[in-house]
C-alpha cells in the first residue's frame, strides 16, 4: 500500500538552529500538508501545499517556518531558527484531491526535540 | 472556530467487552468528519469520512455513526489489538479545503 515517508524518525538540535523535515507524499498525490502534535496535546495544522504554492497556514506558521516542494517527489518543511516550544511531532500528509472531504494519508512523523 | 471535543479521554475495556467512543463537534458547516487511529509513535491512520447525519460506516469491529452535533465510534467485541488512540476531526464547508481540526482523541486500551 502507497506510503508517505519522513526522515529523519527523530531529531535533535539546539535552539536557535536550522532544521528540515523531510517527506516523500504518495507518487500521484497533489495536495501536501504538515501537521505538528505537541506531547499531549493535539495534532494542529501547520500548512497546505499545492501547485508549488501554500494554499493555506495557521497562525503557528509564522515566518520562522516555509515550505518547499524542490523536486518532484520531496516535500520539505524548515524551521529557520528553532525555539525550545518547537519541540513536536510533526507529521506530513498528502491527498490526491483537495476537494469535497478530502482523506488525508499521514507519514510515521519526525520526532524534533529542540534543547 | 471549529471545534471537536472527544470523550472519555481514556477507556480501559476487557476483551469482547463492546463500549461507544465519543466526537462531539462545532463547525460552521460540516463538509466532512474523519475518524483516524493512532498508534504510539505512529502516524494517524484514516478509519472512516462520514459527510451528514444519519450516515453509519463499519469496518470490522468498528461502526461510526453521526449526527448533527456528535459522532461515535462503537467498537464491538474488541480485541487488544484494537487499542490505540482514536482520533475524530472535521473539515469545515466554506472555507479552506484542507484544514482538518482534531480532537485530543481517545485513549482505548482493551486487556485480553
Known amino acids: 500500500e502507497p506510503e508517505v515517508t519522513q526522515t529523519p524518525s527523530h531529531q535533535v538540535t539546539q535552539m536557535g538552529q536550522e532544521v528540515i523535515l523531510r517527506c516523500v507524499p504518495i507518487s500521484n498525490h497533489l495536495y501536501f500538508y504538515w501537521y505538528r502534535q505537541i506531547l499531549g496535546q493535539k495534532v494542529e495544522f501547520l500548512v497546505s501545499?499545492?501547485?508549488?504554492?501554500?494554499?493555506?497556514k495557521s497562525e503557528i506558521f509564522d515566518d520562522q517556518f516555509s515550505v518547499e516542494r524542490p523536486d518532484g517527489s520531496n516535500f520539505t518543511l524548515k524551521i529557520r531558527s528553532t525555539k525550545l516550544e518547537d519541540s513536536a511531532m510533526y507529521f506530513c500528509?498528502?491527498?490526491?484531491?483537495?476537494?469535497?472531504?478530502?482523506?488525508?494519508?499521514f507519514g510515521a512523523g519526525s520526532r524534533l526535540t529542540v534543547l | 472556530e471549529d471545534q471537536v471535543t472527544q470523550s472519555p479521554e481514556a477507556l480501559r475495556l476487557q476483551e469482547g467487552e463492546s463500549s461507544s467512543l465519543n466526537c462531539s463537534y462545532t463547525?460552521?458547516?460540516?463538509?466532512?468528519l474523519f475518524w483516524y487511529r493512532q498508534d504510539p509513535g505512529k502516524g494517524p491512520e484514516f478509519l472512516f469520512t462520514?459527510?451528514?447525519a444519519g450516515e453509519e460506516k463499519e469496518k470490522e469491529r468498528l461502526k461510526a455513526t453521526l449526527t448533527k452535533k456528535e459522532s461515535f465510534l462503537h467498537i464491538t467485541a474488541p480485541k487488544p489489538e484494537d487499542s490505540a488512540t482514536y482520533l475524530c476531526a472535521v473539515q469545515a464547508r466554506g472555507g479552506s479545503n484542507y484544514k482538518l481540526t482534531f480532537g485530543k482523541g481517545t485513549l482505548l486500551t482493551v486487556n485480553p
Open positions: 500528509a498528502s491527498s490526491l484531491t483537495g476537494a469535497g472531504a478530502n482523506v488525508l494519508t
Open positions: 501545499f499545492y501547485n508549488n504554492e501554500i494554499s493555506e
Open positions: 463547525v460552521s458547516g460540516l463538509r466532512g
Open positions: 462520514l459527510y451528514s
